[in-house]
Every structure is written in structure tokens, then in C-alpha cells.
């Protein structure tokens, strides 16, 4: 009986023990953040990803008696690094996700609503705080709103084929591009990525033109509404693009439109801002959206910062934050990273003067992805559906009841 009892002290002790253990290793855990960042610089810049946001991590840490470890996930593996990670122990306390990702944290209670961490003087200087409120909480800081899809142009291919300005509208698009088959042998007259593996290229090949089309890609409720008159209208018009050659010989083949552009041999692309600017294309012009049968939109990146609930030091974490998005942390980002505009009143613009009231004339233009579930998936279904229409083996009409039935079937 009382080798019984020791055997049970014993073992309470060792309990006890792990225990305490536990209690000092999430003490320590607490002074310890994990920060995931996403890759934005150039592949030629003088300061990498990594590089920079240590240097910040370290400035937060000295100032907070704390340590930020920073880990840049790579794009090709992003959605199942985040997957993997916020589902075992091995995930951030911060990172930055986007639109498209966020219906699953939020469905799973993974993300902290961060706006008790932030005062009204705090969201009063963020331009697009209240984007961040989605699906009944404060679960996204709003961090790289920019980055908008637009038509850009090799203005001396243009004016070879005889075009003077930029097209404005979608029959103006299909008239300058008869123009360059009709006088630039070898010129592919609108290139766009159809032969990516990941469904983002859907961000500037199709998006534009469903939305300029009316579409809308879900209702209030979060109903799937692509299977429409607008969103037919936009396909066919995609289609018939195809079908006429105007995007290539080899339609599903270009995964990335900077290639055929840069090379000369592509008179528009569809192209973020800050791949524009860097274009190797001397004399280039744009048009931030065109005209369909509705009013010219098209889509801006509205990537956030997030806190994890399994964060051990929520209030540390929410300091961090506000320090990565602070005006000193922002503007040195945006002039060495990234050209993007301001996300705070108190940062001034420093990006290019050809994009200086982009945000401002043209902003009723610009639209983020909706949040809604299964967004990933669907959006995957629809852009594997529509590669299939460009090489002849679906209709339009096909492609988004597939799509459709799919989503209702699996996702919904």
C-alpha cells in the first residue's frame, strides 16, 4: 500500500513538474513572436525580404525586451505552408494573408479580432481599417492595399499598327488588337497568363472583364452568382479573344505576360502596378480599367496582417503590429521593397508620379476580392474550367455551371 502511494506521489510530482515546466516554457514563448511575411522585393534588389523585416524585428525586440522571429513564405507554397502550420504548433503569431484565405481562419477561430488592441486615434490614421472588418470582426490590418490590375501598353507597337491611344473599352481593345495582327507580324497583341498553375493570374486575365461586365462573383449571403448573363458575357468575350488570336498562337502556354512584353513581342499585358515600373519596355502607357457593359473595374490586392489565436502575448503582438505598419517602418518599405501607396494618413506618397492620383481619380475602379467559403477552391475549379475553354474542350456556358456545380456540390 505505500509503495502504491509513493508510486502515486510519484507520479503527481513528475505532473507537477511538467507542468511548471510548461508555465515557464510559455512565459518564455511569450517573449518570443513568430512573424510570417510574404516575398515582394525584386529579385535584383539591394535588401531582400529577409533581410529588411529582421532589421525591423530586431528594432521591435531591442525596444520590447522581446525576440521576432521572421520566416518569408514563398508564394508557390503559400496557402499549405499557412494550412500546415496554423494547424500544428509550428505557425505564426502574425502574418499576412489574402483575401482569398481568410473564410477558413476565421470559420476555424483561428484569428484574434484585433480592434480592442486599437484605439479610435489608432484606426482613425489607417485608410482602410474598416477593410478589415470581415464577417462580423476586426480580423484583418489592411497592409499592401495597392498593387492594382492594369492594361498597360507598348506605345511604339501601337503606334506601328496605326493606334494612337490606349483603349478605353473593350471594343477599342479589340480594334487595336486587329490592328497589331493586321501590321506587327510576330506580335502577340494582348498577353495574358493563361498557362500560370495557380489560379491568382485569374486577379488580372479575368477578373477585370467579369466586373466590367457587371458581374459580381458572390451575393450578400455568400451565394456563388458567376453563372450569370454578366458572367457569360465576360467568358464569351475571353473566348472569342482567344479564338481571334489576339492572345497568342498558344493561349494556356504563358505563365508569366512580363516575358512577352519586356521581349517586345506583346502590345498589352495586364499587369500590377509595380511590375509596370519596372518593365523594360521604355515608352509605355495604361488605362486603370477598361469599360465592358458596366462602368470600368478592376481588382487591387487588399493583403492584411493578422493575429493567430494560439499567440501566447497578444498584446505584444498587436504592438508589433502596429510598428510594422507604423509611418517610419511603412515609408522605408515602400521606397526599398515595394512602390505602394500610403496605408496610414501620416505617410506620404513616395511611389512613382505615373501612379501619384491612381488611387485618387481612378479609386471608384478598384475592387478587393470578396470574402467567402471555399474561395480558394472555387476560384481553382473556375480558372482549371476556363484554361479548358481556351484550348476548345469547354463553351462558356459549360465552364460556369461546371464551376458552379462544383462549388454548391463540395464548397457551399
Known amino acids: 500500500m505505500k509503495q502504491r502511494i509513493l508510486a502515486i506521489t510519484l507520479v503527481l510530482i513528475m505532473l507537477a513538474s511538467m507542468m511548471a515546466g510548461c508555465g515557464d516554457s510559455s512565459e518564455s514563448e511569450g517573449n518570443e513572436l513568430t512573424l510570417w511575411m510574404a516575398p515582394m522585393a525584386s529579385s535584383d534588389a539591394a535588401v531582400t525580404d529577409q533581410e529588411f523585416w529582421t532589421e525591423v524585428g530586431n528594432e521591435f525586440g531591442a525596444a520590447h525586451d522581446c525576440t521576432v522571429k521572421v520566416e518569408i513564405i514563398p508564394w508557390d507554397s503559400y496557402e499549405e505552408k499557412y494550412l500546415t502550420g496554423v494547424t500544428s504548433t509550428d505557425g505564426p503569431d502574425i502574418g499576412w494573408l489574402y483575401m482569398e484565405m481568410f473564410y477558413d481562419y476565421i470559420e476555424m477561430g483561428a484569428l484574434a479580432d484585433l480592434n480592442d488592441y486599437f484605439t479610435e486615434e489608432d484606426k482613425a490614421n489607417y485608410l482602410y481599417y474598416d477593410m478589415g472588418n470581415i464577417l462580423g470582426g476586426q480580423y484583418a490590418l489592411p497592409f499592401i492595399v495597392g498593387n492594382p490590375r492594369i492594361l498597360v501598353a507598348n506605345m511604339d507597337i501601337l503606334a506601328q499598327a496605326g493606334v494612337e491611344a490606349v483603349p478605353t473599352n473593350w471594343d477599342e481593345l479589340t480594334a487595336a488588337c486587329d490592328a497589331v495582327l493586321a501590321n506587327c507580324p510576330g506580335i502577340t497583341p494582348l498577353a495574358l497568363e493563361w498557362g500560370s498553375s495557380h489560379y491568382g493570374s485569374l486577379n488580372g486575365s479575368f477578373w477585370p472583364f ?146 501619384a492620383d491612381l488611387f485618387t481619380k481612378d ?5 478587393a476580392l470578396p470574402v467567402f467559403k471555399g474561395a480558394s477552391s472555387m476560384y481553382d475549379s473556375l480558372y482549371k474550367n476556363i484554361q479548358s475553354m481556351l484550348l476548345g474542350e469547354l463553351t462558356p456556358e459549360e465552364v460556369l455551371t461546371k464551376t458552379t456545380e462544383y462549388y454548391d456540390s463540395n464548397l457551399k
Open 210 to 355: 467579369f466586373w466590367s461586365a457587371g458581374g459580381e462573383i458572390v451575393d450578400a449571403e455568400g451565394n456563388l452568382t458567376i453563372n450569370t448573363a454578366e458572367g457569360l458575357e465576360a467568358l464569351t468575350f475571353m473566348n472569342e479573344m482567344a479564338q481571334k488570336g489576339y492572345l497568342g498562337t498558344s493561349v494556356t502556354s504563358c505563365d508569366d505576360a512580363r516575358v512577352p512584353f519586356n521581349n517586345g513581342q506583346a502590345a498589352f499585358i495586364v499587369s500590377d502596378t509595380g511590375n509596370a515600373l519596372q518593365s523594360d519596355v521604355a515608352n509605355w502607357d495604361y488605362v486603370t480599367a477598361l469599360s465592358g457593359a458596366q462602368d470600368a473595374e478592376t481588382m487591387v490586392a487588399a493583403d492584411s496582417l493578422v493575429m493567430f489565436e494560439s499567440c501566447e502575448n497578444k498584446e505584444l503582438a498587436a504592438e508589433l503590429i502596429k510598428y510594422l505598419t507604423s509611418t517610419e517602418v511603412m515609408t522605408k518599405y515602400h521606397q526599398t521593397i515595394t512602390d505602394q501607396p500610403p496605408i496610414t494618413v501620416d505617410e506620404e506618397y513616395s511611389g512613382s508620379e505615373v501612379f
Open 363 to 367: 479609386s471608384d475602379m478598384l475592387r
